[in-house]
């Protein structure tokens, strides 16, 4: 399975972006996706989960009422949708594929690469 997340970028605080996870080599149906992100210095922290059906979905507190997660199982692909960015939500966001939907990184089993999302105040 391969995960090609994009749609990061430089944006000024309180701007949109959104990103993209496109999954090859097995669908996602069937399949929790989530998304995950990692500023510098700091863990991976969990952002956002949807379980394999899209209407079951996880978000983090320090996010929610911004971000939202959506999967459009068809196309094999995860988005999530970024508003009101903040100076913190910069980071590097990771897409991950399991079977399990949970907030912890353990839980999946295929990770993409990561876009890079920085907010400028």
């Known amino acids: 399975v391969q995960l090609q997340a994009s749609g990061g970028g430089l944006v000024q605080s309180g701007g949109s972006l959104r990103l993209s996870c496109a999954a090859s080599g097995r669908s996602i149906s069937g399949y929790t996706m989530a998304w995950f992100r990692q500023a510098p210095g700091k863990e991976r922290e969990f952002v956002a989960a949807?379980?394999?059906?899209?209407?079951?979905?996880n978000v983090a507190d320090s996010v929610k009422g911004r971000f939202t997660i959506s999967r459009d199982n068809a196309k094999n692909t995860v988005y999530l949708q970024m508003v009101s960015l903040k100076v913190e939500d910069t980071a590097v966001y990771y897409c991950a594929l399991g079977r399990v939907f949970g907030p912890t990184p353990t839980s999946y089993d295929y990770w993409g690469q990561g876009t890079q999302v920085t907010v400028s105040s």
């Open positions: 949807s379980m394999w059906h899209g209407t079951t979905t």
